[in-house]
């Protein structure tokens, strides 16, 4: 409750009047030394306000005294090493990705160039160092779906995919041969033939083999071993996008998925396509 303040007996000082079950509280100053700190702290953050960017307008806000703001500072270090760049950029960009490569210092610094956008573009679906996810293809390895050449991993990375607003993209869409185009037992039968194929065990005919030579052949090769061109992936091998089991490949024949990759000129300079297609070229070797 609350009471007149009266001296303590014990440490002469006066209470603030209160006391709660008896118990009493001191009425004692904060420390000088504290209260001075206080007030210069207040008077720095004032002084801060005005020199700094600060206070918010309508249509913007203070720009400071100073004319300082933490934007223009890395604006300024974008273009110091904008600036520090522009000899190699220069030099890419008056060459070819496999003028590159036969430029041992300029490929170096692609390389390193390329490893940095590809972790920031590229690795979310390509995993770090292009070890491929499912759905998305491996680029650590020397099969390639589109391509391994410097300019076919070029115009890839430029045009993307199927993807449909770009008319430059590449594009091949493989048949639903399950939609009244084979039976089940054929869908089966080149399912498991194609399964062989993959383990080197294909047999020499045979009424999976039969329809494979008929149907698939065009796009996959008479061994199976892909038609870049078109965009018809290897199948003589155990690298699957989306499972190498006969099932898995069943449902591929019966109704298959076809992946898209964006186009990158809009998003990133020649320069950097370029770096990324060093890049990229290095992890599997190439062609």
Avoid at 247 to 252: E, K, M, N, R, T
Wanted: hydrophobic fraction near 35%.
């Amino acid at each position: 409750m609350a009471d007149h303040p009266e001296r303590d007996e014990i440490t002469g000082r006066y209470t603030t009047g209160h006391e709660w079950d008896g118990i009493k509280e001191l009425n004692t100053p904060l420390p000088k030394w504290w209260v001075w700190v206080f007030y210069i702290t207040i008077g720095w953050s004032v002084l801060y306000t005005i020199a700094y960017p600060s206070w918010p307008a309508m249509a913007g806000f203070f720009n400071g005294a100073l004319g300082w703001n933490a934007r223009s500072a890395l604006e300024e270090n974008l273009a110091e090493a904008r600036e520090s760049r522009s000899e190699w950029l220069t030099q890419i960009a008056a060459k070819e990705v496999p003028a590159i490569l036969e430029d041992n210092t300029l490929r170096s610094y692609a390389m390193r160039g390329g490893e940095v956008l590809f972790k920031e573009n590229c690795a979310p679906c390509h995993q770090t160092g292009g070890a491929g996810a499912h759905g998305y293809p491996t680029l650590a390895d020397d099969e390639w779906i589109w391509g391994g050449t410097p300019d076919a991993i070029l115009t890839t990375i430029r045009y993307g995919i199927r993807d449909q607003d770009n008319d430059d993209t590449r594009v091949n869409y493989m048949p639903a041969f399950g939609d009244d185009w084979f039976t089940d037992e054929e869908i089966e039968a080149v399912a498991g033939y194609v399964y062989a194929l993959s383990h080197g065990e294909a047999p020499a005919e045979g009424p999976g083999q039969t329809l494979f030579s008929q149907q698939c052949v065009a796009c996959h090769g008479p061994d199976g071993g892909g038609v870049p061109m078109l965009g018809g992936p290897p199948l003589n091998n155990r690298i699957f996008l989306y499972g190498g089991e006969q099932d898995d490949i069943a449902a591929q024949v019966r109704n298959p998925t076809h992946g898209v990759m964006p186009p990158w000129e809009n998003r990133l300079s020649d320069e950097e396509i370029k770096q990324l297609a060093v890049y990229v070229h290095s992890l599997g070797g190439g062609e």
